[in-house]
């Protein structure tokens, strides 16, 4: 019991941060920032203005997504048997 709710606290952890990073970098251009400005200022005028460094940004959110659903996604519904009976070794 405790296993399914870790993991799944986990996954939606990842999935939040990796959705936070997208956000953050998406309005980094609107935030604007100022290259002479204080280390804040600074950070959001470099994610601004910096293309490596934005699809560097997003393709970490998505590995951090993708790392969320191999490895914390909660278990599925159980696979349920098939109905029919299984046949005997006689092929009758």
Do not use: C, K, Y
Not at 30 to 36: A, H, Q, R, S, Y
Not at 49 to 62: E, I, N, Q, S
Request: hydrophobic letters at 50%; a positive charge; glycine letters at 10%.
């Amino acid at each position: 019991m405790a296993e399914a709710w870790l993991r799944r606290w986990l996954f939606r952890g990842s999935q939040a941060l990796a959705a936070g990073l997208v956000a953050l970098i998406v309005a980094a251009p609107w935030l604007g920032g100022d290259p002479n400005g204080n280390a804040r200022a600074r950070l959001v005028a470099l994610f601004a203005h910096d293309t490596t460094l934005r699809r560097t940004g997003l393709a970490g959110a998505a590995g951090l997504a993708v790392t969320a659903w191999i490895f914390f996604q909660p278990a599925g519904r159980p696979v349920r048997p098939s109905r029919r009976p299984p046949s005997d070794s006689s092929g009758a």
